[in-house]
């Protein structure tokens, strides 16, 4: 069994005022002390269970923006990685970047340095937008990063786009869609903006000072979004993924399907399977502290929990229906050692009934309704 790896860099340019993600603005960073606590907090974990003796099948860094990082940085982890795990074959190793902080240079480098698939947050082409968002980028820097990617070979690149903002109309859901069509990426994401509790949005929401759209024009542009990708050529297979098959994001399949990932860096979070259950943990959040800890030490944990059986049954549904084509009956049994209807049969039947969930095939999926109640559906099987 290979396992996947995510890692994660805190630090941006700025603080977008959407973002709940654990990152801190900074003018500068200390990089090399953050990338040798990265590599010992990997040297650490890898002599343990499940991690030591098994190879790695795909490796994430994100963040934060994780393109502030020199790609001798870069390097430096993915070599150690490498060196102390080993790598499948056709491993996929994704870079995030945010489209102002690239060039040709730095995007050779990581090339160079083993990064084979990038992911940019372009979010909007529309400057308006992009200014709202507090985005550091305008639209022509995305065209250029993109450009300049595939110059240095990146035949794997994803977009991602924000829908639903303040002020946006359906008509710029779509031009945004054609604009990141026509740069060719292999793979695009769109998020529904959302008002997490800590944001600026979330203040500002509060104070009345912007408005959010309300479900009916959300649920407009979702359809929108799952209308126009498809007909350009990007069939969706996950609530907010886009694709032509086999070029669906790897690594986050693995979260996905509930399978077990590493996670090293400030506030990473990481999921070993145990039997039918797991454990799951999280790091330290502050940079400083997790510095000092994982270099001391080798370990940052904040917390942990024991996923029992009964409970990683129902993320591993949750999880799964996700994807547009849900999970095999078989593969629950498999890992649960009891069938989908014994576990949850009663607590489903309504949302079969209702027409949310579709039983086809010996699988289990959302329908097109049931994509756009997915949150309320998760929520059954918690
Ligand atoms: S660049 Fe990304 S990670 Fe950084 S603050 Fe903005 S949204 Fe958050």
Request: with cysteine; net charge negative; proline share 4%.
């Amino acid at each position: 069994m290979s396992f996947s790896l995510y890692i994660h860099i805190p630090y941006c340019q700025s603080k977008c005022p959407y973002c709940d993600f654990n990152s801190h603005a900074a003018t500068s960073w200390p990089e090399d002390d953050y990338t040798q606590a990265v590599i010992a907090e990997f040297r650490r974990r890898v002599e343990q269970a499940p991690w030591a003796g098994e190879s790695i099948r795909t490796i994430f860094i994100g963040g934060g923006t994780p393109s502030l990082f020199a790609p001798a940085s870069i390097a430096r982890i993915i070599d150690e990685a490498v060196r102390l795990s080993g790598i499948d074959a056709d491993a996929e190793i994704t870079l995030e970047a945010n489209p102002g902080t690239v060039d040709a240079a730095k995007l050779a480098g990581m090339r160079t340095a083993g990064v084979n698939r990038l992911s940019f947050g372009a979010q909007s082409f529309n400057s308006d937008i992009l200014k709202f968002l507090g985005r550091i980028h305008g639209p022509d820097d995305t065209r250029e990063a993109v450009r300049v990617a595939h110059r240095a070979g990146f035949e794997r690149l994803n977009l991602d786009l924000i829908f639903a903002v303040p002020g946006q109309t359906l008509a710029g859901v779509r031009s945004d869609i054609e604009s990141a069509v026509a740069l060719q990426p292999d793979h695009i994401s769109a998020y529904n903006l959302t008002f997490e509790e800590g944001t600026g949005f979330f203040a500002d929401l509060k104070r009345g000072r912007i408005r959010q759209y309300g479900s009916d024009e959300q649920a407009m542009m979702y359809a929108t979004v799952r209308e126009v990708l498809p007909a350009l050529g990007y069939p969706m297979y996950e609530i907010s993924n886009y694709a032509p098959r086999g070029h669906e994001a790897r690594h986050n399949l693995t979260y996905w399907r509930g399978e077990s990932y590493l996670g090293l860096g400030a506030g990473a979070h990481s999921f070993a399977r145990m039997g039918a259950g797991g454990r799951r943990w999280w790091n330290d959040r502050n940079p400083a502290a997790y510095i000092n800890r994982a270099t001391a030490e080798g370990i940052a944990e904040a917390g942990c929990e024991v996923v029992d059986g009964r409970t990683a049954a129902g993320e591993f549904v949750f999880l799964n229906l996700r994807l547009c084509d849900g999970f095999a009956l078989v593969d629950f049994e498999r890992r649960f050692g009891e069938s989908f209807d014994t576990v949850f049969g009663a607590r489903s039947a309504a949302l079969f009934e209702g027409g949310l969930l579709i039983r086809e095939r010996d699988r289990i999926r959302l329908s097109d309704r049931g994509l756009e109640l997915a949150d309320s559906i998760f929520a059954e099987f918690v």
